[in-house]
């Protein structure tokens, strides 16, 4: 049966907002610490472009997320109501649903198939609609495995700036600002790389939860293409079958009733023979007794043979 998956959905939906609400609530109250944390020194402008990039690039992702999210809640709810009007035996159950919805394309491509006369290949049908829904994830894919790269590289390129301070500081010690410009790019080094850290774990939490919520609708829609589409578009096949499956089994039993009442046929045909040699027997022996009798009379009546033709 399906799974409640519903309320995950916006439970999901309201941890980013949450996130969303509590970075904007931290920025805003500490404002001061936080463009101190972002631009120190002379390399702090630099600072603020690369952390800049990392939530440009966290944020992006976050809101592909969001609307990935809500199209799986439209999903959902489409699903729900195809269901309804299984139950309520609608003859079309994607009848007036979106023509886009996962649940109303399986729907049509079974009974295209189902046409067609031809076997429904479930198993294809799910890779076909995995495989479609794994190039909407291409962009979050992208964030997910560059917000690392990102805070590397913002990391590399503050080391390259303190690295040229720290060079210009050689050419001439007694200039403090190349050591200003070593110290933001240090500084600028370590934000980076505690930006690109936190936005990865908040973003690789909520790409976890996306993956399964993708997971769970994908078997809510193999659960009611087995359960509830597959039986409509196979029961006039599987009424055929067991119909002629039934005549077959009578033609077996007509076929065995009549080599019964042949072997009957048979028997009576062997017995009707032995009463034939039985009757022709007793005719046989009914002419010998004649004769007895016949012989009899005439001994007992001194009759001889000529006397008797001659009266006879």
Do not use: W
């Amino acid at each position: 049966m399906l799974k409640p998956i519903k309320t995950r959905y916006y439970l999901t939906l309201l941890q980013m907002l949450v996130v969303l609400f509590l970075l904007g609530v931290v920025v805003l109250f500490n404002k001061e610490q936080v463009a101190q944390f972002f631009y120190s020194t002379q390399a702090g402008q630099l600072g603020l472009v690369l952390n800049g990039i990392i939530l440009l690039i966290f944020l992006i992702g976050l809101v592909r997320m969001i609307f990935m999210f809500l199209g799986f809640t439209r999903e959902q709810d489409v699903l729900q109501r195809f269901l309804k009007r299984v139950d309520e035996n609608a003859p079309n159950p994607a009848y007036g649903l979106p023509e886009a919805a996962m649940i109303v394309d399986r729907y049509h491509a079974v009974q295209t198939i189902a046409r067609q006369h031809a076997a429904v290949n479930q198993a294809a049908l799910a890779s076909t609609l995995a495989a479609g829904m794994s190039t909407q994830f291409t962009l979050v894919r992208f964030v997910h495995n560059i917000l690392i790269l990102a805070g590397v590289f913002g990391t590399v390129v503050s080391l390259s700036i303190a690295l040229m301070g720290a060079a210009g500081l050689l050419d001439s010690p007694e200039n403090m600002q190349q050591m200003g410009t070593i110290i933001g790019g240090m500084s600028n080094a370590l934000s980076t790389t505690i930006t690109a850290i936190v936005c990865y774990v908040f973003f690789a939490y909520f790409h976890l939860r996306l993956q399964d919520a993708r997971t769970q609708l994908l078997v809510n829609v193999e659960n009611v293409t087995t359960l509830y589409i597959m039986p409509r578009f196979k029961h006039a096949e599987n009424s055929l079958m067991h119909d002629v499956a039934v005549l077959t089994a009578e033609l077996r039993k007509a076929a065995e009733a009549i080599h019964v009442i042949q072997d009957r046929f048979l028997h009576a045909g062997e017995r009707l023979q032995l009463a034939a040699d039985d009757l022709q027997v007793a005719v046989s022996q009914s002419g010998d007794n004649l004769r007895v009798i016949r012989d009899s009379v005439r001994e007992g009546f001194r009759l001889d043979a000529k006397t008797d033709n001659t009266k006879g």
